[in-house]
């Protein structure tokens, strides 16, 4: 799932015509919801979509998130 989700972030900025490296950051917008924003092209998406075992792959790269 994150690297589906990496896919998606490599083609907004291929659309976008901006280089395809640089972060992208993941952001715990509320209590259990988090989102993955590109500030390249500003795109956001929410990961509440998705599923509890999706959004626990991205959790687990966060120290600071509890478990979902």
């Given amino acids: 799932f994150?690297?589906?989700?990496?896919?998606?972030?490599?083609?907004?900025?291929?659309?976008?015509?901006?280089p395809l490296d640089g972060p992208i950051h993941l952001r715990r917008r509320a209590p259990n919801r988090l989102s993955v924003y590109d500030p390249v092209t500003r795109a956001e998406f929410g990961l509440s979509s998705f599923g509890k075992d999706n959004i626990a792959a991205f959790a687990a790269l966060l120290t600071d998130v509890p478990e979902l």
Avoid: L, P
Avoid at 2 to 18: F, L
């Fill in 2 to 18: 994150i690297t589906t989700i990496a896919r998606v972030v490599e083609r907004q900025r291929i659309k976008s015509g901006v």
